[in-house]
């Protein structure tokens, strides 16, 4: 349907579509064909694309490029482009023709149903022209056809290419001045940069990074929110010293080695290391001048000397 040249097209394919589905139809209806269908293109044009061939085709190119910072991938895609347009540029200065070969190839698919146009001259330079039991009107003077096909693409459609064949004329006398091979030379060009230090400067406001977008959903809250936030005429708060660490003592003899609870045991350890000096032993040891001595009981003297056995 996108393909239609004419509104009598428009409507028939639109029937079909209706009556395939209607709930294709509804979907086509709400997407507005009349924006993107070629019979209500603006005339004068002569283009008749209905995709984005091209715009997919550039940002393939420049994938790469939008890696690096701004600068720099202004520069990596006007470099791009610049070796693009001259291998296209060399390309159209070796094309020997009046017109562009994409010409040649539209022709050659028109050639077949123009072969099979019956041709009725008029006046005023016009035609009558019958393909597959439908009629239109072509007048090469003019560039036109009823169909509308040969306003819209700036080519000789195959009714007004069947009359140039009836009529044995060159048909690229009849292909819009867009298509000849002198325009399509004059479409490149681009002249070299020099680097950026050699730039001119201006006066304007410097640019900076915009700030992150928000994103959506709730806001993170952290510790920091939470805390109460002072007013602005609010007085400061002096903030209070650390508390030392208790140090604790014991009740009874007020040492900080021990608290009341281990009192006893820490006397009694003490006690046991060497307080009283009598040791109760079975052995039969003994010293003499005044070291140590045992007696049958077992009880142990403490006093100075060497030490002798009996």
Known sequence: MAWSYNAKQFGERLERIH??????????????????CRAFY????????VDNNFT??????????REKPFMAMLETVRRLAMVQIA??????????GLCTPYVAKFLAKEHEKASECQVYPSTNGCFEVTLDGDKHRVCLQNMTCTCKKYQICGIPCEHAYGVILKRTLNADDYVCQWFRTAMWRLNYGITPQRGARHWPTTLGDDVYVPPEPLQPGRNKITKE???RKPCVNESPVKKKPKHKKRIMHCGICGSDQH?????HKKNQTQASQGGGGEIVQ??????????L?????GEVVQGGGGLSQD
């Open 87 to 96: 291998k296209r540029s060399a390309l159209s200065h070796s094309h020997k």
């Open 293 to 297: 001595s045992q007696s049958a009981g």
């Open 282 to 291: 079975g052995g039969g040891l003994s010293q003499d001048d005044g070291g």
């Open 19 to 36: 009556a395939y589905d209607i709930g294709v139809y509804d979907d086509v209806m709400k997407a507005k064909p009349k924006s993107w």
């Open 42 to 49: 603006k005339m004068g044009s002569y283009c008749e694309d």
């Open 259 to 263: 608290n009341r609870r281990f009192h």
């Open 56 to 65: 997919e085709s550039f940002n393939k190119t420049i994938n790469k490029a």
């Open 225 to 227: 929110d939470k805390k």
